[in-house]
């Protein structure tokens, strides 16, 4: 399995941005995004699972962003709104099998190399 992510970029805060992770090798894989801000560990951000229909986020996300999957074309999506400076990080886009929605970095097996996001305020 691999990743690319791409995306990112410098938006001003309250601007908005839409991650993409391509997936090739085997898809039927539930996915996640995370992400680390220099200095600080890397985060969970959200997770979405195989069937596109159950999905989880991290507190801070506060309904800004959206994860999506569109399966056909073997992609995840992060669509993220009203970003605020301490969304500056970079994220990663990463795979797990299994079953439920995992948060823990641990348990995904795969990762992309990440694409850097930058709020300016």
């Known amino acids: 399995v691999q990743l690319q992510a791409s995306g990112g970029g410098l938006v001003q805060a309250g601007g908005s941005l839409r991650l993409s992770c391509a997936v090739s090798g085997r898809t039927r894989y539930a996915m996640g995004w995370f992400r680390q801000a220099p200095g600080k560990e890397r985060e969970f951000v959200a997770v979405?699972?195989?069937?596109?229909?159950?999905?989880d986020y991290a507190d801070f996300v506060e309904d800004r962003f959206t994860i999506s999957r569109d399966n056909a074309d073997n992609r995840v999506y992060l669509q993220m709104n009203n970003l605020k400076p301490e969304d500056t990080a970079v994220y990663y886009c990463a795979a797990v099998f299994s079953l439920g929605l995992p948060r823990a970095s641990y348990d995904y097996a795969y990762w992309g190399h990440g694409t850097q996001v930058t709020v300016s305020s």
């Open positions: 979405i699972a195989e069937s596109g229909h159950r999905f």
